[in-house]
């Protein structure tokens, strides 16, 4: 197991942009979190199903398929970065 | 109105009001005064929209006035942290990437304060994201420690413990991720309940861990936190993950347990190396409490708690930098203006919208989420310790019926004592596992320092179990009068 985090890969992966000197604290404290992490090593899970939540249902949640009302325009005029002709603008993609 | 009235327990302000001693604008406004007067040194809230809060106040008098009381808790103010959707208010989740939001629409929990006539009081500060244990990730203000401000508050929902601790506010929301309900409300001195993964409905509050995330409530004592949580409980067409349990009377089921006599555990590992001997010694003299009001008192083993924190971490940032991956600049959320390209919205949009903390977590999550390289080793065995940490407590459980703890190992520390990320996440030691088993968690004061802080005793119950745990903390509460203490703010 590799315990040396990509601090570039993640960086990209996250969307976030990091400097030089932000990459150096970072790098160091993932790697303390990570080590810190490493202490799982020494707990047997052989054999053991991994517990991916703790909510136990029955049976499925089923609704009603009844058609509702949301003015989905209107609840994001409110909070748009920046909106025209009821259409949200980003810079060109192409 | 006194200021001593402030500090009155819930069904005692509820008396007050039904007696007319006082209006519900008159509480209000005598809420909103000490607000005003106290702000400058707390600093627990985030917006505060006054005549809001007033017109409310206003119309639960006209109720009154009328004879059609909404529920009994009608006219009685509680805050909110500000990650709860409150339609037409801010939701900042004390982050630049959500400064200028505001809620298009209620959460659940806010539909059913709001159908109890309940009047919405301003808007709590709390660790950007609610990752965070001091509040010191605020991306506006730090909170201060009403008992001495100079020390945090805990977190994540500081402005939520340090406002009701202050008499801010007689009851506040909050949520708990990995202890940021019972954190803070130790570190404060009052009282906070994280019910069961499921009782209560996530839809409308900003997602963290969506497997771990509950709303919790902060009072000043067990039976206003069980009045509070009753209100809230229950299943939710918009919440597949809302349990469709029945929802008892918490308060019905305290008087009901009045006198009885229940067995308590107390695991060893939960009083080791790294605990505070003054905290040790508090809730120590709590379990001797239990023991001489005829409870059976039994030592048992929680051997994962030392796992706890690495697996909390690396559940928690997973399903966290997957969450968060929602703000990207462009629809409702903070975007850079000096982005020209598509590229550039979404990078520099969440380089200067998100904190360090949060920014740290998005890496560690996305970091132990990869494949192919690191094969997600850390995600799989942090999944498969959750099941023993699951498997610990449901053994424990079939000898007792809750288990007593710290809440957590230490009072509220300095401000910026604590230098390196991986020292604070140490610091919820006692609280994460709790949250990876989906168990329900109180914390109440237990006794306090000698310079004066607060100490909390963590009390943890069976799944869906409220009411045996409300019941033991009342006891313990109803056997002291840590109540009469007042912090210094």
Redesign the interface.
Known sequence: MKTSADIDQLAKFACIRFSEEEKAIFQQQLQDMIGYCSKLEAINTEGVEPLLHTFEQEDNVWGEDEPTTCDGLKMLEQNAPEMRDGQLVVPKVL | MEEETLFLPLEQLVAGLNEKRFSSEELTKAYIERTKRLEPEIKAFLSFDEEKTLREARASDERRSQGRLLSEYDGIPIGLKDIFSEKGQPLTCASKMLE???S??DATVVERLKAAGMVLFGRLNMDEFAMGSSCENSAFQMTRNPWNTKCIPGGSSSGSAAAVAAGELPLALGTDTGGSVRQPAALCGVVGIKPT??RISRYGIAAFGS?LDQAGVLARTVLGAAAILKLLCGAD?KD??S??KEVPDFCKEIQNNRGKKWTLGVPEEYFGDGLDPEVKEAVLAAVDFYKQQGYTIKPIRLK?L??G???Y??IATAEA?SNL?RY????????SPN????E?????S??EG?GSEV??R???G???L?SG???A??Y?????????V?NDFAEAFESVDAIVTPTSPTPATKIGAKS???SV?LSDIYTVSVSL??LPGISLPCGFTQSNLPIGLQLIGK?FDEGTLLSIAEAFEEGHDFLERRSRV
């Open positions: 200028h939001y505001v298009p629409y993964y499921g497997s067409p597949a993950t349990a469709r994962t030392e796992y924190i690495s697996a971490y690396i930098s991956a990207d600049g462009v629809r409702y959320t903070y975007r982005a020209k390209t598509t550039e919205m979404f990078s520099l969440r380089s998100f920014k740290r998005i890496l560690l996305l970091y132990v990869s390289e690191y094969d080793y850390y799989d065995k942090a999944q498969k310790v959750r099941r023993l699951y390196t990320p991986l996440y088993a989906g799944p």
